[in-house]
């Protein structure tokens, strides 16, 4: 059964894929790490990108403050990933979750005893992280996860999942943004009120600290979440729910995402049942 979820989670982001293949994959960054599961590279002196081999490019991120880290996101299976964090910093290593399906919180987050994630995303624990054998903590909005010299600041943006979580760096004046905006395809399994609110929410936190982009949660080089890209989901979004766009029928949409939308450079993925 377990594993039927994981064929089924990971088909409903299938489209993601296809996204990936037609973008490339162009990554900027000093490789510091790569086998079969895994490459790891540096965006700045104390943050790396781990991009995953299964899903998309799933992304993970090592962000290293003076007196701790944090790893955002697990991947979908990468073996060994505690030892492989630990080549590159020496800090003591949390783990946190942007939110709760398997190709972010795969088999991996079994090297880490304690993993935080967004209280709206355990109704997604029993299908797709129950297998998890540590302890399961909670962030909560709004907080600030002190590294030791650089702050976190905790955003929760449901609307991808009910828990989805984006992570700012509130100095340097970027975030990581998991899914909750799409990567340039979102899947939305919640509704376009809920995402509206979350993409008005982020559009203020990213003017308030001057936020460049967000690094999502399938980073292929060329898709950053930009204040923009934000601004047209939320155009994209009002269009859908004034009846001023209607969506298509999206017969390869898995887990009831029955309908897509695409405009403005952006692509919604959504069921005709949150419309109601």
Request: charge should be negative; glycine fraction near 10%.
């Amino acid at each position: 059964m377990k594993k039927f979820i994981l064929i089924l989670s990971l088909s409903a982001i299938c489209q993601i894929t296809l996204f990936a293949q037609q973008m490339g994959v162009q990554i900027e960054g000093k490789e510091v790490f790569r086998n079969d599961d895994v490459v790891f590279r540096q965006i700045d002196d104390h943050t790396w990108i781990g991009s995953g081999n299964l899903t998309s490019f799933e992304s993970l991120y090592l962000v290293e403050g003076n007196s701790s880290a944090i790893l955002i996101d697990a991947g979908t299976r990468i073996a060994d990933l505690d030892k492989i964090v630990a080549t590159i910093t020496s800090k003591p290593v949390t783990l946190v979750a942007t939110h709760v399906h398997p190709d972010h919180t795969g088999s991996a987050i079994n090297y880490f005893p304690v993993i935080y994630i967004a209280p709206g995303d355990t109704v997604n624990i029993p299908s797709m992280m129950a297998g998890y054998k540590g302890e399961v903590r909670f962030l909560k909005d709004g907080e600030i996860l002190d590294l030791g010299g650089r702050q976190i600041e905790v955003v929760f943006t449901p609307g991808h999942t009910p828990g989805s979580v984006t992570f700012i760096d509130t100095k340097a004046g970027y975030g990581f943004s998991g899914d909750s905006f799409g990567s340039g395809n979102l899947l939305l399994f919640v509704d376009f009120s809920t995402l509206i609110a979350s993409c008005e929410k982020m559009e203020a936190t990213m003017q308030k600290y001057n936020v460049s982009q967000l690094y999502p949660g399938h980073f292929m080089g060329r898709n950053p979440e930009t204040l923009q890209r934000i601004r047209d989901m939320i155009t994209l979004s009002r269009d859908v729910m004034s009846g001023k766009v209607k969506g298509e029928a999206n017969p390869r949409g898995m887990m009831g995402l029955d309908l897509v939308v695409s405009d403005y450079g952006v692509r919604i993925n959504y069921s005709e049942e949150k419309m109601k």
